[in-house]
């Protein structure tokens, strides 16, 4: 469609300098031509330019079928609009800028369905089971401690508190001995333990033919008690030549763990005393009753081993016990503590 011809305008135009007369005419000629000739032309002109312009578009903007647009830039300045190269809607990349208000992703498309971390989180997780990988839920401490669900994963710290909470056996305190006069332990909890158990590791006395002491307390280690009457003990010892005895004392200041006369040897080779001491209801108000097995090298250079038993004879809880030597110090050797409690 060819452009329509606008008339130009024919006449004088207005100017200062004329004639007031001519100046009149010229005004009158140039609003009869704006009036009947411009404005229909420009009528005529407007629609044309639109179609031109539909035209052009039309001509030159890319098929979006199977295609998305890859760039599209806009000069304001000259009004101005750029189409650059295009991208498969299956494989678009997009580099930077923010996308706002659209609708949420779904999880099939790679989104997670929401548009907060809370209702992602609820949509994108699953039950934990054996396979299952990605977004599981975290059990909270006192869902680890009830431990029903099949559905949750406990966190480490949660594991942690399971066996803490949970554990029939657990460690308590050790002592590493260097030299030491007494070996002390205070960590009896009657909330938590019904026994405990003292585990020896080569503790060996620093003088020749000592015995292993043994004394308990009733106000959490301040005092212990060492009256002549407030234990009771008995121990069997066997030697490696097939000799054995028996020794007791039934109202004493002390309980012998190990035989005396030869008592526990500390010369080379005489690795001290090895074994298990074991308090039976401590937190009981009664006569506490106390048990044990260990193995050592008498001061003969002998393999022994006691089997005893030995009472707190007071109606009284314990709540801490010491151990020491019958002379001098305590050379080396470990000390471990374990409290059991039924659960």
Not at 71 to 95: G, H, K, W
Not at 248 to 264: E, H, Q, R, Y
Request: with cysteine; net charge negative; glycine share 10%.
């Amino acid at each position: 469609m060819p452009m329509p011809v606008i008339t130009p305008y024919p006449d004088a135009t207005p100017e200062k300098g004329q004639g007031q007369t001519t100046f009149d005419t010229n005004i009158d000629n140039f609003l009869n031509w704006l009036t009947l000739e411009l404005v229909p032309d420009f009528a005529t002109f407007i629609p044309w330019a639109d179609g031109l312009r539909a035209t052009l578009v039309a001509a030159n903007l890319p098929s979006l079928t199977g295609n998305a647009l890859n760039t599209v830039r806009v000069n304001a300045a000259e009004d101005d609009v750029e189409f650059a190269s295009l991208q498969e809607p299956s494989a678009v990349t997009i580099t930077g800028g923010t996308i706002t208000g659209i609708t949420d992703l779904a999880i099939a498309d790679g989104g997670t369905g929401a548009s907060t971390a809370a209702t992602a989180f609820t949509a994108l997780k699953q039950d934990a089971t054996d396979t299952a990988t990605g977004v599981v839920e975290l059990a909270t401490t006192a869902e680890g401690n009830t431990g029903t669900s099949t559905t949750l994963v406990p966190a480490v710290s949660v594991v942690k508190s399971m066996i803490d909470a949970n554990a029939s056996y657990k460690f308590i305190a050790t002592a590493d001995i260097s030299s030491d006069a007494t070996i002390s332990f205070t960590g009896f909890d009657a909330a938590k333990y019904d026994y405990y158990d003292f585990v020896f590791m080569n503790v060996i006395p620093e003088t020749d033919n000592a015995v292993l002491l043994m004394y308990t307390s009733t106000d959490g280690g301040s005092s212990y008690d060492t009256g002549a009457s407030d234990y009771g003990w008995v121990l069997d010892t066997a030697y490696d030549n097939g000799t054995s005895a028996v020794t007791a004392d039934n109202l004493d200041s002390k309980m012998n763990i190990t035989a005396g006369a030869p008592g526990v040897g500390s010369a080379a080779g005489e690795d001290g005393i090895s074994g298990i001491i074991r308090v039976w209801g401590p937190h009981l108000a009664r006569d506490t009753n106390i048990s044990w097995q260990t193995v050592f090298m008498d001061s003969n250079g002998r393999l022994a081993t006691n089997t005893g038993a030995g009472q707190r004879r007071a109606t009284s809880d314990v709540d801490a016990v010491r151990f020491k030597c019958s002379s001098a110090s305590i050379e080396s050797g470990t000390i471990t503590m374990y409290g059991g409690r039924n659960v």
